[in-house]
Structure formats: C-alpha cells, structure tokens
C-alpha cells in the first residue's frame, strides 16, 4: 500500500476552505483533513473530535513541549495545532491527507518537508469576503474587521505556495484542488 501525501491548504478566515474541503472529501474517499487541536471554544454545532480537539491552553503547552505538533501557530489570541501521531497513521493507511492551516503553520511545515503539496484560496475579492463573514453570523463587526486587515496579510502569504486557486465556485474549486491531489498522486 502506498504511502498517503501531505498537503496544506490555506486561505483567510472566511474564503471558504472548510466548504472546499468537506465537498471534497464527501465526493473522494482517499483523501481526509487532520483534525486540529485548538484552545478556542467552539462556534455554533461544532464537535470535540470531528471539527477540533478543543483542549485548554495549559494542555496544548504540554503538547507543544512534548513535540507531539508537526505544526502549531497562534491566530486571533488562540493556539491551533496539528498532531504528528494522527497525520502519520492517516498516512499509512494510503490515504492523501490535507492540513487545513492558516500561512504560519505552513510555512513552518514547507521549512521543513520539501514533499509538501501547498495550496492557497482566495476569495473572489475582500468584498465578497467581507460579505462571507457577516452571512456567518459567528463573529461581531469588530471581529469581521479585524478578519479582514488579517485577511490581506494573509494573501500576501500567497506568493510563498505552490497553487493559488480562486474560490468562486464552490464546485469548480473542489475540483481544482482534486485535479493538483490526484496528479501530485500519480508522482
């Protein structure tokens, strides 16, 4: 059985990686995210496990300390981490596994594996973006604001992947990102 390929997908708060990602995986069952540990507390019907590992920040500190992250960054005053044990078993049952991780925690995964697939989302415009986030209804005007000076920031980051793709159409971006898994597969 071959060996599963890393890749990392990031993209600002709001250009719509999850919903990229969860039509993806729904249509192609040799490919499945990682499950991140955070420090946040959940948002809406979120689940322990399924969305994150929602564990105190005292806890992730220890985790971090044990070098239990292959990657691990602050966003918005919360710790987000992806763990070494659960990539690598993913990985060995064949399957291809996508990091859904914000540029700091890319860049220090490309820093050090050169085997890793990296692939940027835009969103169509910062407006359309703007409208993303308040349709969410997850965050206040002040949050969306700062969302936003973070999001160009964030597309700055771009520059440094090996794919950018635009997110416009839900459909047609999935299968953008199956078509760069699927040849990077082949290799």
Known sequence: MRRGNLFVLSAPSGAGKSSVLSSLIEMEKTIT???SHTTREPRGSEKNGLDYYFISRSRFLEMAENDEFLEFAEVFG???GTS???IAEQQEKGLDVILEIDWQGATQLMALDSDITSIFLLPPS???LEA???KR???SQESINRRL???EDDIR????YQHVLTNNILEETRDQLFSIIKNRSKK
């Not at 980051?157 to 440094?160: E, R, Y």
């Open 33 to 35: 995210t990682s499950v």
């Open 78 to 80: 919360n710790l987000y």
């Open 84 to 86: 070494k044990r659960a």
């Open 126 to 128: 910062l407006s359309d």
């Open 132 to 134: 993303r986030l308040q």
């Open 137 to 139: 209804g997850q965050d």
């Open 149 to 151: 000076a973070q999001a």
């Open 157 to 160: 980051q771009s520059a440094n």
